[in-house]
């Protein structure tokens, strides 16, 4: 399989870190915090701690309450946790 593009990876990480949290983002998250999301994105693909993250995202269970304490989107993603739609929080469950 061919190596996905940094660009991609970094998206692919921070959707599912986005999935971890609860956060749906079909649900409106993203359209919604469009400018949230695009900064996420940005510092997600300047994180210093890609292979942490990975290793993280392998080992935790599928629903966490908080991104870890070296995510530098902890603030953005807490933020879409709060004010997302109350009906994409549950479509999960």
Known sequence: ??????????SIDLCRMMERLGIEPAGG???RWSLSYATALHRCQ???CKETC????DSMPIMVN????FCPCADILFEMQVD???DAAHAHH
């Not at 908080?66 to 304490?69: E, G, H, K, Q, T």
């Open 84 to 86: 997302q739609p109350p």
């Open 29 to 31: 998250v993203v359209s």
């Open 54 to 57: 990975h290793a993280w995202l």
């Open 66 to 69: 908080f991104a870890p304490r």
């Open 46 to 48: 300047a994180c210093p």
């Open 1 to 10: 399989m061919a190596a996905l593009a940094p660009a991609k990876r970094q």
